[in-house]
């Protein structure tokens, strides 16, 4: 890239920062740029610093937002017996998309992951057990406190499954909480829509056998 | 994304502009910038702005760099004599890149497609013109002029082909020079490096029977 004069060297590798762009995505980004009219450059550059002036995380989800609490938590007409708990913001995303979930989300912030030196303490799991003691806390005066349904949604992988068995765990070590009154889920494993049963891997067949349902 | 707050969705909207980027990709990336801290959004901020504040055109190669005439073309060791016709500034550096060219460039801008309202007169065939004729004018004076040669790097599509021979005629129409001390040439087709007979094309498998070379 010695070609390239000092300023465009300088954008490529910065789009190499990001996830998923490599050297050739990051040249043809900063190529697009050049082309392009000045407003498109100005206009990302000033998004950008926009929304980190503008953005808030949701003290209560950790979702990010631009108010506290976000729409999500502070919207009435969302079922607050149900907390749907999740690895990253985009998640919240993926699942509101779904249009079939009415509850609250946790954002964890991550998942358990030894190998990049990620353990519990790294993630939003204190948080999370005060969400819940903080559930009971508030309908304490109610002997009929309504059940309250936990959904593990961390994604199906190795880090994902640890996180959720921690998460287990946690829940069930918590002394302060009516242990009846919880119902701890997680997302039903199978084959994905529009599967081929010939090519899915051994594990996902596994799981859907398993978890097979009633016709 | 309509439970992303609208700067997000700002910056999400103008990652998905650029070439390669869908929905998920420019999602993710405006997510890595959500948690990044405000240094990287600010950089590559800045770095946007600038390059289209520092970045200058080569009036004689139309190369892009922070100088006219370009660090190519106003570098004394390298091979006037020969002239590499590319369609995109990326060619240029794709080019440099392998090390083995020594001469000048010349960057049409594109290439001729009709399916995209692109003709010849949306290119620099006129500068490209008056750059081959002003090499002879400049050499005018001394009956010796050396050979130009002018190698046609156009992508091997169909609309490379098909700018290829337009220039091809546009060169031979040229009354006011020499035809005898032009040579043009075209980069070789055949097999890419590291390529599989058994999943190469037929065209290409075509090219490099025809274009074979003694061992």
Do not use: W
């Not at 954008?11 to 040249?27: C, D, T």
């Not at 907390?83 to 609250?104: N, P, R, T």
């Not at 009929?144 to 998460?167: F, H, K, M, V, W």
């Amino acid at each position: 890239m010695a070609v390239l004069p000092s300023c465009v060297r300088k954008v490529i590798s910065e789009f190499e920062k990001l996830p998923g762009v490599g050297p050739k995505s990051a040249a043809r980004m900063a190529y697009f740029f050049l082309r392009a009219p000045s407003e498109r450059s100005v206009e990302l550059a000033k998004a950008l610093v926009q929304m980190k002036k503008d953005i808030v995380v949701c003290k209560t989800c950790f979702n990010v937002s631009d108010k506290n609490p976000c729409d999500i938590c502070s919207d009435s007409s969302r079922n607050k017996h149900k907390v749907c708990v999740v690895e990253e913001l985009l998640d919240v995303v993926a699942i509101e998309a779904s249009g079939v979930y009415d509850g609250l989300y946790f954002v964890l912030g991550g998942v358990i992951s030894p190998a990049d030196g990620i353990g519990p303490e790294n993630l939003r799991m204190g948080q999370l057990r005060n969400r819940i003691i903080s559930y009971f806390d508030s309908a304490s005066d109610n002997s009929d406190t309504e059940l309250l349904e936990i959904i593990i949604a961390t994604n199906p992988s190795l880090e994902g499954e640890a996180t959720s068995s921690y998460i287990i765990d946690m829940l069930s070590s918590i002394n302060e909480i009516d242990h009846s009154k919880i119902k701890i889920s997680r997302l039903a494993m199978g084959l994905p829509t529009g599967a081929d049963l010939e090519y899915a891997d051994r594990l996902t067949i596994k799981r859907a056998i398993e978890g097979r349902t009633n016709a």
